[in-house]
């Protein structure tokens, strides 16, 4: 059996939400066996974090050096490619920083690549079937490889149910002195945080969100109609933005703004995980969708198959003509 | 600047419903409407416009059959100045790495101070770009959302972060870039553009061209490999609204006033 590794991703002092979801998955591979956490930094942060997983992980191997302060792959992967014993398995999270490492740490140790799985069936002899989507998520697939020489797999945020188990003390193990002298082509120089727009879509209890389905950046007022007449914002999925039809600050997803509304309409919006993901606090979610396999049916609460350039305006007509009433009755009482 | 576009035709899946064959083995493919992979237009566009600013030429070049060629003219119809289509029955089946290992190949007969493709493609994995630079030893950066040529041996780049943030860097040339969708805005190619270079030679590689060992690639070497196809079930799926027009917007605005959705 191979030794199972996570590589946990951490900001001042904690862990990432994923250590939990990573060693779910590792699990699923090994049950017999606890998986080895990797955190990479440098300074009382990284303590902090790998102390902070001592109780979900048995053993964290600790890499601190200045240069890995800031997380830039480049430098990351050659202290993975120094500590990792060979035909080592890696979990890592399918997000900006898995997408920037994993592909090439594969062919530097020489393993198997799998990306953005989203559940695994089990190791047989040393063939790892595991699920992955394709399409945008209209098909899945099984996806065997071959993990004879170890692999590196992303695993999709929130694809894994963290498990309840007993709390372990975990030991931290200083790997810092294996990893020698790091240098990078590709220099970290600053984060640039995203302008705040005209409405904060994070604040809005209801949204009316349109995606790729508007078709033109004239529609969009078909969209804003509905929102005034409901009392809502308009936001939108990522190709909406991409054109420049709306504002980046309107855009919900992972690259996007994290929005928590009561009320979610989905209009046109294919529903990949990206955009899911930026949708939290479990809201009534209405998905208007003219392909009847789009992917968002399947985590929408109610499911309309309807071009919504056609059906919006009606809906925006009937909610008028319900408010109006509404009004006009509570006149006559 | 010589920059080469790694670009791939995927079913559009804007204008498609993905459907199963009868085996599950793979998808139906007679209605298909293809097109260029979406990334992989906006890193074309990204080339067409550094070599505006600072000279030099764009390749497209990408792995497939005789019908992936007409990718490779309607981004020619963009501007790019070559066209390249490796293809041969020895490359069929290739995982991810061995087609890094064909584009490596490739680029190791030529000179390119740029390589961009795009973030991902139709099966989600992003992975040839970061393969690829590995494989040459070249710096790689993902998620790209600007390029600015800070001189002849560097490049200023953001890759695009989480909650719309951006991360800056600065990368040494050559280097490999793994390009996002609203970089910039991909130019209109007309039907007239693609006609204009409808007799632009393209030359086809092969195994023997590129001093590849055909044993080394296809179907026989790859370590990844899809299983089967089959249709999702994750969530407990929606309640679809039917029947008559009227109806379904009567009973969807019942619904959403019970949740709160009017303010």
């Avoid at chain 1, 600053?190 to 727009?197: D, L, P, R, S």
């Avoid at chain 1, 399947?298 to 071009?307: K, L, P, R, S």
């Avoid at chain 2, 296809?218 to 899809?226: H, L, M, P």
Wanted: hydrophobic share 40%.
């Amino acid at each position: 059996m191979p030794r199972i590794f996570t590589y946990i991703a951490h900001k001042a002092g904690v862990a990432d939400d994923s250590a939990a979801e990573l060693a779910a998955a590792a699990q699923k591979i090994d049950a017999t066996e606890s998986p080895i956490a990797i955190l990479t930094g440098w300074g009382s942060d990284l303590d902090a974090a790998c102390n902070s997983l001592r109780a979900l992980y048995a053993e964290i191997w600790k890499v601190a050096n200045e240069s890995l302060a800031y997380p830039n792959a480049e430098l990351v992967r050659q202290a993975l490619v120094a500590v990792l014993p060979p035909g080592s398995v890696l979990l890592v999270p399918h997000d900006h920083f898995g997408l920037d490492l994993s592909p090439g740490l594969s062919i530097k140790t020489n393993s198997c690549f799998v990306s953005d799985v989203v559940d695994i069936e089990g190791l047989q002899g040393t063939a790892l079937k595991v699920v992955r989507q394709e399409f945008g998520g209209q098909l899945s697939t099984h996806v065997r490889c071959d993990i004879s020489s170890g692999a590196v797999i992303t695993i999709r945020p929130g694809a894994f149910k963290p498990q309840e188990s007993a709390p372990v003390v975990g030991r931290v193990a200083d790997k810092s002195s294996e990893i020698g002298s790091l240098s990078a082509r590709r220099r970290y120089l600053e984060t640039v945080v995203a302008e705040a727009g005209d409405v904060d879509i994070a604040k809005q209890t209801v949204l009316v969100s349109v995606g790729r389905g508007i078709q033109e950046q004239g529609n969009v007022a078909i969209a804003q109609e509905l929102a005034d007449a409901m009392g809502a914002a308009v936001s939108c999925s990522r190709p909406v933005v991409d054109a420049k039809w709306m504002p980046k600050s309107r855009q919900v997803g992972t690259s996007g703004k994290t929005v928590k509304p009561k009320v979610y309409l989905a209009c046109g919006i294919s529903g990949a995980f990206q955009h899911l993901a930026g949708i939290k606090g479990n809201p009534f979610i209405v998905a208007i969708n003219k392909n009847p396999k789009a992917p968002i049916f399947q985590v929408a609460d109610v499911g309309i198959v309807a071009d919504i350039l056609e059906f919006l305006p009606e809906l925006t007509n009937k909610i008028r003509e319900v408010r109006a009433g509404k009004t006009t009755a509570a006149h006559a009482s | 600047m010589e920059i080469l576009v790694c670009v791939k035709r995927v079913p559009d899946t804007s204008e498609n419903e993905i459907q199963l064959n009868s085996s599950g083995t793979g998808i139906e493919t007679d209605d298909l409407v293809y097109s260029i992979n979406e990334p992989d237009n906006y890193a074309v566009e990204e080339a067409l416009q550094i070599v505006s600013k600072v000279g030099g030429k764009v390749t497209v070049v990408t792995i497939g059959g005789e019908d992936d060629e007409e990718v490779l003219r309607r981004e020619m119809a963009m501007g790019a100045h070559h066209g390249v289509l490796i293809s041969d029955q020895a490359f069929s089946g290739s995982d991810g790495r061995s087609l890094a290992a064909i584009l490596k190949a490739f680029v190791q007969k030529a000179h390119y101070d740029l390589i961009l493709c795009g973030v991902q493609a139709d099966d989600g994995a992003a992975q040839v770009g970061g393969m690829l630079a590995a494989m040459l030893d070249y710096p790689f950066a993902s998620l790209v959302n600007s390029i600015e040529v800070a001189d002849v041996e560097k490049l200023k780049v953001s890759r695009e972060i989480e909650g719309g943030n951006k991360e800056i860097h600065e990368i040494d040339l050559p280097c490999v870039l793994s390009i996002q969708t609203g970089i910039n805005e991909p130019r209109y190619v007309g039907m007239r553009g693609i006609r204009q270079v409808a007799s632009v030679p393209i030359p086809t590689l092969g195994p023997a061209d590129l001093d590849i060992d055909p044993r080394t690639v296809g179907k026989g070497a790859a370590k990844v490999g899809r299983v089967d196809y089959f249709i999702p079930a994750f969530g407990k799926g929606a309640e679809m609204l039917q029947g008559k027009r009227e109806d379904i917007v009567d009973r969807l605005v019942e619904l959403v006033a019970a949740k709160g959705g009017l303010n």
